[in-house]
């Protein structure tokens, strides 16, 4: 008899694991299959988080988070976006955000939208609820628009996820585009799960976020990629206030709290200028996109680090299989979607990577 519980059977990670598993044999690859910046913490937030161990600060913090943490994710999204947030508490990172707002709120039988492509958490967790992930085709543009939303909407839809800028495409989505998603939610009171972890992380475009579009948008957001500390585990969420409290009861019982010299430290995160990360970014963004345009068929990615261009033939897991072979680590598109015909390529990576990467593919390509 097996230990397992029978929910265990709704996670499947087989596609991700035999990557990583032909990963494993690869000596020095070119390694374009990373999920995090290859920035460092900034110094002086470094300095703040060790001073705060040496003073004493790792106790267990309140559930919800320090206040000074929870006052300044507020502040921040006043000055960045004009738009202060309302009942924060502070997670283990996004993705603690992102379970304790499901386990909170999916019955079985609840359906959630998303974008197809997805990152990989939303229909995971979602299956393993017991909800029913539905995920909306959104190729070749990647933009997840209001009436594609507004078509797979039924009874049952409870949560629309937002993910702009997006993993695994790049794509961003205008002031416009959001206003338009969040109207169909209001329209068909569904509850809006804002997934805005790479908002700092934007190319081309103003960056803006959907907090304050809507009453109903649980707006997650965290430290792993603005600012480089995706080992620490801490981000924040923010939203309707019964929905904050229960996040806040699920926290107790399970993550207590996020680490407490993280907390701290994440403070002055948020003050550091945003712009920094952004301009080196977007060199390297410059960098894979210019060199790859010709040979493949890209949507131009503006945001977060990624892009998810069409495998030449049509088929991504074949063509990922020959680029591993190749010493080329990319990550085949079935892994975020339906569709197996795309791949992902992350440039959070040195600029020498995306060199030889560039010319690696575009061999393979020919
Ligand atoms: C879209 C998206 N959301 C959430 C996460 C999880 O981030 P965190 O480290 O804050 O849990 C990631 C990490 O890759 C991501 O790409």
Same mark, same amino acid.
């Given at each position: 008899?097996?230990?397992?519980?029978?929910?265990?059977?709704?996670?499947?990670?087989?596609?991700?694991?035999?990557?990583?598993?032909?990963?494993?044999?690869?000596?020095?690859?070119? /390694?374009?299959?990373?999920?995090?910046?290859?920035?460092?913490?900034?110094?002086?937030?470094?300095?703040?988080?060790?001073?705060?161990?040496?003073?004493?600060?790792?106790?267990?913090?309140?559930?919800?988070?320090?206040?000074?943490?929870?006052?300044?994710?507020?502040?921040?999204?006043?000055?960045?976006?004009?738009?202060?947030?309302? /009942?924060?508490?502070?997670?283990?990172?996004?993705?603690?955000?992102?379970?304790?707002?499901?386990?909170?709120?999916?019955? +079985?039988?609840?359906?959630?939208?998303?974008?197809?492509?997805?990152?990989?958490?939303?229909?995971?967790?979602?299956?393993?609820?017991?909800?029913?992930? $539905?995920?909306?085709?959104?190729?070749?543009?990647?933009?997840?628009?209001?009436?594609?939303?507004?078509?797979?909407?039924?009874?049952?839809?409870?949560?629309?996820?937002?993910?702009?800028?997006?993993?695994?495409?790049?794509?961003?989505?205008?002031?416009?585009?959001?206003?338009?998603?969040?109207?169909?939610? $209001?329209?068909? &009171?569904?509850?809006?799960?804002?997934?805005?972890?790479?908002?700092?992380?934007?190319?081309? %475009?103003?960056?803006?976020?959907?907090?304050?579009?809507? =009453?109903?948008?649980?707006?997650? &957001? %965290?430290?792993?990629?603005?600012? %480089?500390?995706?080992?620490?585990?801490?981000?924040?969420?923010?939203?309707?206030?019964?929905?904050?409290?229960?996040?806040?009861?699920?926290?107790?019982?399970?993550?207590?709290?996020?680490?407490?010299?993280?907390? @701290?430290?994440?403070?002055?995160?948020?003050?550091?200028?945003?712009?920094?990360?952004? &301009?080196?970014?977007?060199?390297?963004? =410059?960098?894979?996109?210019?060199?790859?345009?010709?040979?493949?068929?890209?949507?131009?990615?503006?945001?977060?680090?990624?892009?998810? +261009?069409?495998? +030449?033939? %049509?088929?991504?897991?074949?063509?990922?299989?020959?680029?591993?072979?190749? /010493?080329?680590?990319?990550?085949?598109?079935?892994?975020?979607?339906?569709? @197996?015909?795309?791949?992902?390529?992350?440039?959070?990576?040195?600029?020498?990577?995306?060199?030889?990467?560039?010319?690696?593919?575009?061999?393979?390509?020919?």
């Amino acid at each position: 008899m097996s230990f397992i519980a029978d929910r265990m059977d709704c996670i499947d990670a087989s596609g991700i694991r035999k990557v990583f598993a032909l990963a494993a044999k690869m000596k020095n690859p070119i /390694n374009l299959s990373i999920g995090q910046p290859d920035y460092d913490v900034d110094e002086p937030v470094k300095e703040i988080a060790i001073q705060a161990i040496r003073a004493g600060f790792n106790t267990y913090t309140q559930t919800w988070g320090i206040q000074e943490l929870r006052d300044e994710a507020s502040a921040y999204y006043e000055r960045r976006f004009g738009t202060p947030l309302h /009942n924060v508490m502070v997670t283990c990172g996004v993705s603690g955000g992102l379970f304790l707002g499901l386990m909170a709120t999916v019955n +079985p039988g609840d359906e959630v939208l998303c974008g197809d492509p997805y990152f990989v958490m939303y229909k995971h967790l979602v299956t393993l609820l017991g909800g029913v992930c $539905k995920p909306i085709d959104t190729y070749p543009d990647f933009k997840l628009k209001a009436e594609a939303v507004e078509a797979a909407i039924t009874e049952k839809t409870k949560i629309l996820v937002v993910n702009s800028p997006a993993n695994p495409t790049g794509v961003t989505l205008s002031k416009d585009e959001l206003e338009a998603l969040a109207a169909v939610a $209001k329209r068909h &009171n569904l509850l809006v799960f804002a997934d805005e972890i790479y908002e700092q992380l934007q190319y081309d %475009g103003d960056p803006c976020t959907i907090a304050g579009m809507y =009453d109903n948008v649980l707006l997650m &957001n %965290g430290f792993s990629k603005m600012a %480089g500390m995706p080992g620490w585990r801490v981000g924040f969420a923010a939203g309707p206030e019964d929905l904050i409290q229960e996040m806040n009861t699920l926290q107790q019982y399970s993550f207590v709290c996020a680490p407490s010299f993280a907390q @701290k430290a994440a403070v002055h995160a948020l003050r550091m200028d945003p712009s920094v990360h952004a &301009n080196a970014y977007r060199r390297k963004r =410059d960098i894979i996109y210019n060199g790859l345009k010709d040979r493949f068929n890209i949507v131009k990615p503006t945001g977060a680090f990624y892009m998810f +261009p069409e495998a +030449p033939g %049509g088929d991504g897991d074949a063509f990922v299989a020959k680029a591993i072979e190749n /010493n080329i680590l990319v990550i085949p598109g079935s892994v975020f979607s339906e569709r @197996k015909t795309h791949f992902r390529i992350s440039f959070a990576a040195p600029d020498e990577t995306l060199e030889r990467g560039v010319e690696a593919l575009n061999r393979l390509a020919q």
